[in-house]
């Protein structure tokens, strides 16, 4: 059987990359290929007979990888994840497409391609820089595309023939992508990648620069206000970016999520808890907001509550430490201190330095007897805790009993406005010296 050179492609892309994945699809539409992508963003009821049906109904499949783009692929159902999949199922001709900065050697790709995706850094790749966007796609159509294939299209039915072309019309009437778009999705992944290395100053100052070319980029906007939180930044800041990403969308259940820490932050629980509900509405699959809803229901004693969110964050996903780390907490608020002692030890094993969960395990140590292993821990603690800012240190030091330096470095922290003191006022780290009445004049009664 003599294979034949077809022109039908998939665009496989992670929302935040739009603009790549409508400038590829301008180009490849300019040139006469039959092009499909998700442009109106399908619902998830559809998921299986439009996207899935288009993947098998085309014989090219181009998938956007930027260093943001695998980011939820060990989520449970990723769309992206799944389309990939799909394609090596189907034997489809893939092409990756690597964007500003994507690297499949870089620790955070190598953490989402498991399993199937593994192979997916052994198909041939095209490195694509935005100021040679064009030269790119000149490549993508004579070398990548310009193949012959053996694989069977299949036919689409009625139903996904009609959603097709409803995308492909409203795709053809978009804005023709510019460079300045592009450009600000290279320092959004920039931004994105000093993110992931801790460096929230730099990745600040990257984000900021994306916003400043496209200033209706939602995802900039949130994931700016992400650093900011991260950093110990101005709360306010966060805020402010947090609510223009929801107003320009409304759906946008990771701006809920953190725009809830920001309103817990500032002792303004009921709206946290809002914040967190409005986030599972818009994706219940999201693990996050439960963890994070499960703090607020602890810290007002609803521990059974608490308990419930924690083990439906950890249904969702397994190895999310911070969620293991605060049913630990929970358990050990209700005096279970063996399956406290069993969550603190399990969220180290997934995130070795995690500084809080060793620190919290100090505390039960010493209830339980175990004095040295206490010693250890709070020697490795620190060592993991020293750059903290200065309310987190707080929090370790009031932990370990060291009641004047925890004091001392809450008047910074409060004065730097890494928190407020409504916070403070509820903050289970303090609990050791809540009683102080230093601790009362810093924070009020």
Same mark, same amino acid.
């Not at 409508?22 to 499909?36: C, E, M, P, R």
């Not at 159509?141 to 023939?161: G, K």
């Not at 409803?166 to 600000?184: I, R, Y």
């Given at each position: 059987?003599?294979?034949? $050179? @077809?022109?039908? =492609?998939?665009?496989?892309?992670? *929302?935040?990359?739009?603009? %790549?994945?409508?400038? $590829?699809?301008?180009?490849?539409?300019?040139?006469?290929?039959? =092009?499909?992508?998700?442009?109106?963003? $399908?619902?998830?009821?559809?998921?299986?007979?439009?996207?899935?049906?288009? $993947?098998?109904? *085309?014989?090219?499949? =181009? =998938?956007?990888?930027?260093?943001?783009?695998?980011?939820?692929?060990? @989520?449970?159902?990723? %769309?992206l994840r799944r389309e990939i999949e799909t394609a090596m199922d189907e034997k489809r001709n893939i092409v990756p497409l690597m964007l500003e900065s994507f690297d499949f050697g870089s620790p955070s790709t190598v953490k989402a391609l498991t399993g199937k995706l593994e192979n997916l850094k052994k198909y041939n790749a095209l490195r694509i820089p935005s100021e040679y966007f064009f030269e790119a796609m000149g490549r993508l159509r004579e070398q990548f595309l310009n193949v012959a294939l053996e694989a069977i299209t299949r036919p689409m039915p009625e139903a996904a023939m009609q959603v097709t072309e409803e995308h492909q019309n409203a795709a053809s009437e978009a804005k023709e992508v510019g460079q300045e778009e592009l450009t600000a999705q290279e320092w959004f992944e920039k931004g994105y990648n000093h993110d992931m290395g801790g460096n929230y100053e730099e990745a600040i100052r990257c984000y900021t620069e994306a916003i400043k070319i496209t200033p209706s980029y939602t995802v900039a906007y949130g994931n700016r206000a992400y650093a900011i939180i991260e950093s110990g930044g101005d709360l306010e800041q966060a805020l402010a970016d947090l609510n223009e990403a929801i107003k320009l969308d409304p759906t946008y259940y990771i701006a809920y999520n953190n725009r809830g820490r920001v309103y817990e932050r500032q002792g303004q629980q009921k709206k946290a808890l809002a914040d967190y509900n409005m986030s599972i509405k818009y994706n219940p699959n999201y693990h996050y907001p439960y963890n994070n809803r499960g703090i607020i229901y602890r810290n007002n004693g609803n521990f059974d509550r608490a308990l419930r969110d924690c083990n439906k964050a950890i249904r969702l996903r397994p190895d999310f430490a911070e969620a293991h780390y605060n049913r630990g907490i929970v358990r050990q608020a209700k005096g279970d201190l063996n399956g406290a002692l069993v969550d603190y030890e399990k969220a180290i094993h997934l995130k070795p330095d995690y500084g809080w969960a060793i620190a919290s395990s100090i505390a039960v140590l010493r209830n339980l007897g175990r004095e040295n292993e206490a010693k250890k821990q709070e020697k490795l603690a620190r060592e993991l805790l020293q750059k903290e800012i200065e309310y987190n240190q707080a929090c370790f030091e009031a932990i370990c009993g060291n009641i004047d330096k925890a004091l001392k470095l809450l008047k910074i922290g409060l004065k730097k406005k890494q928190a407020t003191k409504e916070w403070a006022q509820q903050d289970s780290d303090f609990e050791n010296i809540r009683d102080d009445p230093r601790f009362k004049e810093l924070v009020g009664e």
């Amino acid at each position: 059987m003599t294979g034949r $050179i @077809e022109k039908t =492609v998939f665009i496989s892309y992670r *929302r935040t990359n739009m603009p %790549w994945a409508l400038a $590829i699809y301008q180009h490849l539409t300019s040139q006469g290929y039959d =092009v499909f992508f998700d442009y109106l963003s $399908i619902t998830s009821g559809d998921f299986e007979k439009i996207i899935l049906e288009n $993947i098998k109904g *085309r014989a090219h499949f =181009v =998938v956007v990888l930027t260093p943001s783009a695998l980011e939820r692929c060990s @989520e449970p159902g990723d %769309w992206l994840r799944r389309e990939i999949e799909t394609a090596m199922d189907e034997k489809r001709n893939i092409v990756p497409l690597m964007l500003e900065s994507f690297d499949f050697g870089s620790p955070s790709t190598v953490k989402a391609l498991t399993g199937k995706l593994e192979n997916l850094k052994k198909y041939n790749a095209l490195r694509i820089p935005s100021e040679y966007f064009f030269e790119a796609m000149g490549r993508l159509r004579e070398q990548f595309l310009n193949v012959a294939l053996e694989a069977i299209t299949r036919p689409m039915p009625e139903a996904a023939m009609q959603v097709t072309e409803e995308h492909q019309n409203a795709a053809s009437e978009a804005k023709e992508v510019g460079q300045e778009e592009l450009t600000a999705q290279e320092w959004f992944e920039k931004g994105y990648n000093h993110d992931m290395g801790g460096n929230y100053e730099e990745a600040i100052r990257c984000y900021t620069e994306a916003i400043k070319i496209t200033p209706s980029y939602t995802v900039a906007y949130g994931n700016r206000a992400y650093a900011i939180i991260e950093s110990g930044g101005d709360l306010e800041q966060a805020l402010a970016d947090l609510n223009e990403a929801i107003k320009l969308d409304p759906t946008y259940y990771i701006a809920y999520n953190n725009r809830g820490r920001v309103y817990e932050r500032q002792g303004q629980q009921k709206k946290a808890l809002a914040d967190y509900n409005m986030s599972i509405k818009y994706n219940p699959n999201y693990h996050y907001p439960y963890n994070n809803r499960g703090i607020i229901y602890r810290n007002n004693g609803n521990f059974d509550r608490a308990l419930r969110d924690c083990n439906k964050a950890i249904r969702l996903r397994p190895d999310f430490a911070e969620a293991h780390y605060n049913r630990g907490i929970v358990r050990q608020a209700k005096g279970d201190l063996n399956g406290a002692l069993v969550d603190y030890e399990k969220a180290i094993h997934l995130k070795p330095d995690y500084g809080w969960a060793i620190a919290s395990s100090i505390a039960v140590l010493r209830n339980l007897g175990r004095e040295n292993e206490a010693k250890k821990q709070e020697k490795l603690a620190r060592e993991l805790l020293q750059k903290e800012i200065e309310y987190n240190q707080a929090c370790f030091e009031a932990i370990c009993g060291n009641i004047d330096k925890a004091l001392k470095l809450l008047k910074i922290g409060l004065k730097k406005k890494q928190a407020t003191k409504e916070w403070a006022q509820q903050d289970s780290d303090f609990e050791n010296i809540r009683d102080d009445p230093r601790f009362k004049e810093l924070v009020g009664e």
